[in-house]
């Protein structure tokens, strides 16, 4: 089974503090993502990677940048935390090049901003 | 403009009937595909079926349909014979594209289901 796992489950962190979100896969995929999901809003995109040291922004990158330096390795970075940043964190990975390859998901990182 | 559009924030369901639930997409990419997944109270994302843009029939993964109306540019989920269990959130979502650019997945606000008993 594939399996993706988040480093944290819950974070509390006061505006302005440097913000790590680690995320690992198991399963050699080449594409991984992140995600925020808010009530209502659904899930966006706000970085993905398709091979180590690749990325392209997604939907919402403002406040956000990543890093790939090993394959099974997605982090997430908030350089300076932000109270609007508060949201659950979905890490995701994917087979490159099969159409019909769907998401697996890490189970969320609960991120609060003081 | 949204390219993913589920309309019903919220519904209930009565146990062992079936549920329509709403999917509208906006692409201008002949290849797409479109998938939806199922978020229980836990958090958790499961993956529950699949269609692609050229695929001739709609799909089906045991209790779920996927009813593509591809001039409509919908791809309504349908679960038969709702259980208690299927009380969930539900995303659609769509990948447009090919190489790199047609990896990422676009997701909808979803739509909360409550199955009464």
């Known amino acids: 089974d594939v399996k993706v796992t988040q480093s944290s489950r819950y974070l509390v962190k006061r505006t302005g503090e440097k913000v790590f979100l680690e995320c690992v896969q198991d399963m050699d995929h080449e594409n991984m993502f992140w995600y925020r999901q808010d009530p209502g809003l659904g899930l966006r995109l706000i970085y993905f990677s398709y091979d180590v040291k690749m990325k392209e922004k997604g939907d919402i990158p403002e406040g956000y940048s990543v890093s790939r330096e090993k394959k099974e390795r997605f982090s997430l970075i908030l350089e300076s935390a932000s109270t609007n940043q508060t949201s659950m964190y979905l890490c995701?990975?994917?087979?490159?090049?099969?159409?019909?390859?769907?998401?697996?998901f890490g189970e969320g990182s609960r991120l609060t901003v003081l | 403009a949204q390219k993913i559009t589920q309309t019903q924030p919220g519904m209930f369901v009565q146990e062992k009937e079936a549920v329509t639930l709403d999917c509208t997409y906006d692409?201008?990419?002949?290849?797409?595909?479109l998938f939806w997944y199922k978020q229980p109270s836990s958090g958790e994302m499961i993956f529950l079926i699949y269609?692609?843009?050229?695929?001739?029939q709609n799909a089906t993964e045991g209790r779920y349909s996927l009813n593509f109306q591809k001039a409509r540019k919908s791809a309504n989920l349908v679960i038969s014979a709702s259980q208690l269990g299927d009380s969930a959130m539900y995303f659609c979502?769509?990948?447009?594209?090919?190489?790199?650019?047609?990896?990422?997945?676009?997701f909808g606000g979803g739509t909360r289901v409550l199955v009464k008993p």
């Open positions: 692409t201008s990419d002949p290849s797409y595909g």
């Open positions: 979502a769509m990948r447009e594209g090919q190489g790199a650019a047609g990896n990422k997945l676009t």
């Open positions: 995701a990975s994917r087979l490159a090049g099969l159409n019909t390859g769907e998401l697996f």
């Open positions: 269609q692609g843009s050229y695929d001739q």
